[in-house]
């Protein structure tokens, strides 16, 4: 239910193919329904998971009959083992300066409740919601129990299960068995998905396209020519004017212009490898904080544009427009303008898509819009994180789904067999191979000119221009 891009399906996808290649272990599951109201995110799960049915409003779901995206009434199914949904985030978002409680009668709160409308007629074995921080989990797991459940749950950051992406969302959990047996499965759920961990290891321009790639080209001339909402228009920015003008005094910073050198009559010049089109499309505001924050990356003694750095230049100067750590991306929203620092250009929706761990070139995106695209990764679960809370749940709850109670229950549901073990060290090899040697940083050697001359020549900055 409302899980945007419906990377559920696609995380179970790529679970069940790595189980058959990897074990031989055929792992078969049925796409029971869907639920989706804005009309081209109904176009996308049909024509990339075709549904056996595709409901249009989550809060009729409790009802026995529900309205499809085509119109139809139709019974709405409750022979269901796992629900995976992520009601709307709206309402509980740091964006948003008129909150509202999960009681309230706003769009958070009213799809939250029509999910638990179903999830009390169906009562599947599982339930696994997801939705942002600032949501009343305390609240949630209270009323998910009041349904006969046990829960718990908990922050997982997507930075910490391979993707390069800061994304800090709640899991929770839920089983459909109270008492002790319930309360340790739950507990078990939440150690085990921690457990699982495993930190990136690659920075994010390592998932994104090769600059020669023909979407690349399609995604720049889409931009430029008006395909995204965010084409330039006049606006009127003397309250953000303000504010810049107050962060360069306070922080020393001067009122140069060095990376675009806009002017006020509506041009900037850009570097030579930039996205010079794009960034002429851009407004005031947007230009005056990307040279706002190359100099306070000057000041700090680096070229911001030879460094791994994304700014989301949607934001305020006096917010948090990127992430402190290179290589890392900041949190994607559906309306934010992602900056490639050594692009000189955005991020690509398309891309986007990828820093959620989704395999883009597995889906049908023949209709969407960039400003589509975007929306669809910025309301994404990660697949590595729901993927691990969906593995864990199938585990923990096998006898549940099979109706096979096993001898001692709790002995498959102890996965951490040696404490001490160090995670992943039976998949490398090679330790006969590694040497041992004193590394002293502060060594100089006398390095003849010919050498540095390669070295530099090597490390020059080439044309993609000329790609494929």
């Known amino acids: ?150 829960a718990s749950f908990s922050r997982f950051d997507t930075k910490n299960y391979y993707i390069p992406h800061t994304r800090m969302r709640v899991y929770l959990f839920a089983v459909r068995e109270q008492g002790s047996r319930g309360e340790r499965k739950a507990q078990k759920w939440l150690e085990s998905v921690k457990s699982l961990q495993r930190p990136c290891s690659a920075p994010y321009d390592a998932f994104l396209l090769a600059a020669d790639d023909p979407r690349i080209q399609v995604g720049r001339e889409r931009l430029v020519k008006g395909d995204s909402s965010r084409a330039k228009t006049v606006v009127e920015w003397a309250k953000c004017e303000a504010r810049h003008a107050r962060a360069r005094l306070e922080e020393q910073l001067g009122n140069r212009r060095p990376l675009t050198n806009w002017s006020e009559n509506g041009t900037c010049k850009m570097q030579d490898f930039a996205w010079i089109d794009w960034a002429s499309a851009q407004v005031d505001r947007v230009w005056d904080l990307m040279d706002i924050s190359f100099m306070r990356a000057a000041a700090k003694g680096y070229d911001s544009t030879y460094k791994s750095i994304l700014w989301n230049l949607s934001q305020n100067v006096d917010r948090q427009i990127g992430s402190s750590v290179p290589g890392i991306s900041p949190c994607m929203t559906p309306t934010m303008i992602p900056y490639l620092n050594f692009r000189g250009g955005p991020m690509l929706g398309v891309e986007a898509l990828g820093l959620q761990g989704l395999p883009v070139d597995e889906l049908v995106l023949t209709r969407e819009t960039e400003d589509n695209l975007s929306d669809l990764a910025g309301n994404a679960m990660s697949s590595t994180v729901v993927g691990t809370a969906m593995v864990v749940a199938l585990f923990l709850c096998g006898e549940l789904l099979c109706d096979v109670i096993p001898e001692d229950p709790d002995a498959d549901m102890d996965t951490d067999q040696d404490k001490n073990r160090i995670p992943g060290e039976d998949l ?33 900055r080439l044309c993609a221009c000329e790609g494929r």
Request: aromatic share 8%; net charge negative.
């Open 1 to 150: 239910m409302c899980s945007g891009t419906e990377s559920p399906l696609l995380a179970l996808g790529l679970i069940t193919r790595a189980l058959k290649k990897d074990h031989g272990v055929d792992l078969h599951f049925e796409h029971v329904f869907s639920c989706e109201i804005v009309p081209w995110k109904q176009a996308y799960i049909e024509r990339n998971f075709k549904p056996p049915l595709l409901f249009r409003d989550v809060t009729e779901l409790g009802n026995e009959e529900a309205t499809t995206a085509y119109g139809a009434k139709i019974t709405v199914p409750i022979d269901v083992d796992m629900l995976i949904a992520g009601t709307s985030c709206v309402d509980y978002s740091t964006l948003n300066n008129q909150k509202q409680d999960i009681e309230a009668k706003g769009e958070s709160g009213e799809t939250f409740r029509g999910m638990m409308r179903w999830v009390q007629r169906a009562q599947p074995t599982i339930v696994i919601l997801e939705n942002v921080c600032g949501a009343p989990w305390p609240k949630v797991a209270k009323d998910v129990e009041k349904a006969g459940y046990s």
């Open 428 to 460: 490398v090899s090679g330790f006969d191979q590694l040497a041992v040697s004193d590394l002293d940083l502060a060594k100089l050697r006398d390095v003849p000119l010919k050498e540095l001359l390669e070295k530099a020549n090597a490390s020059a």
